[in-house]
């Protein structure tokens, strides 16, 4: 545990895939400590936590949960267990959690998803398969307490950050943005477009980035990497490399119609394993989705397969 601008502490959890960590925040709050996120529900977590916990001085009242991504909810019911603080998750992330963690037939869902843009079978079964492996690490805590941006949660304020999950909230106050996977340092966050997601994640991201500038926190304590010293500056960065992208997919387009997987190979290379595959296909979408509400590439349906072109 270590303790950082305006007592806030950063405890710091394992991940068996990259980055290789998670950060989760302790917030000093009005009555109490707010955890921000749990990291991964690995077999030992509750233990890992509980020896964490006891460094600290008075209890945690809040555990606040920024996304339903595994590394930040994964340990959410082991938290509420260990401390009895009420678990606290934004309306849409928790409908989203519940369609997908929650969601036996999910993984159907998935295989029909990546259908539909193009995978061969074989392959389809490889992307999917890939992402069952998380599913025993993940003990989401079911009926939270549900809340929308703007509302506060002990004097820290919710900000609304779509893009790498829709229902993503940050938090802030005294010019300190507990970023999440919103703004990272070093890696750029992923944004894609997923079976159920909103029709343009990455239309929402840019919002979001254009928000961060506007509120222009003096620092932001991210869910990986180190703290960002300027927010808004990571910000216009990654506009700027979302800029270069759209312009590459662009690019990639031309009379004939493809779909997102066959893009996928022009934009991210040949050589990807399956889950940077899963990805590189997701993200190829919510590009080139956002250049059709741009009014630069245009969706075609036929046969159950989504394809596109230039406009
Ligand atoms: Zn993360």
Wanted: glycine share 10%; charged share 25%; hydrophobic share 40%.
């Amino acid at each position: 545990m270590e303790e950082l601008v305006g007592g806030i502490r950063r405890v710091t959890m394992p991940l068996p895939t990259r980055p290789g960590h998670v950060h989760a925040y302790l917030l000093p709050g009005d009555s109490g400590w707010t955890l921000v996120d749990t990291g991964i529900g690995l077999p030992d977590a509750k233990e890992t936590w509980a020896a964490e916990l006891e460094q600290l001085e008075g209890g945690v009242v809040t555990v606040f949960i920024t996304h339903f991504h595994p590394d930040h909810i994964g340990a959410a019911a082991d938290l509420h267990e260990l401390t009895g603080a009420p678990v606290v998750e934004g309306a849409l992330d928790y409908a989203q959690c519940e369609l997908v963690w929650g969601n036996p037939l999910w993984s159907e869902r998935l295989v029909e998803w990546f259908r539909q843009h193009g995978a061969p079978d074989d392959v389809t079964a490889e992307l999917v398969g890939q992402s069952s492996v998380y599913r025993p690490f993940i003990r989401y805590q079911r009926d939270p307490i549900l809340v929308e941006a703007g509302e506060h949660v002990d004097g820290w304020e919710l900000v609304a950050a779509p893009g790498h999950a829709d229902g993503q909230l940050c938090l802030i106050r005294d010019g300190v943005l507990i970023a999440a996977d919103h703004l990272l340092g070093r890696i750029t966050p992923t944004v894609g477009l997923w079976p159920a997601s909103r029709p343009d994640p990455l239309g929402d991201y840019l919002g979001a980035l254009d928000r961060t500038i506007e509120l222009d926190p003096e620092i932001a304590l991210p869910g990986h990497g180190d703290p960002i010293a300027d927010p808004a500056g990571r910000a216009r960065e990654l506009k700027e490399h979302h800029r270069v992208r759209l312009g590459e997919t662009v690019a990639a387009l031309d009379g004939e119609p493809k779909t997102g997987y066959v893009l996928s190979f022009a934009l991210f290379g040949t050589d990807l394993p399956p889950a940077g595959r899963r990805f590189a296909v997701a993200e190829t979408l919510s590009h080139l989705e956002r250049l059709v509400h741009e009014g630069a590439a245009t969706r075609f349906e036929a046969d159950g397969v989504v394809t596109y072109t230039a406009a």
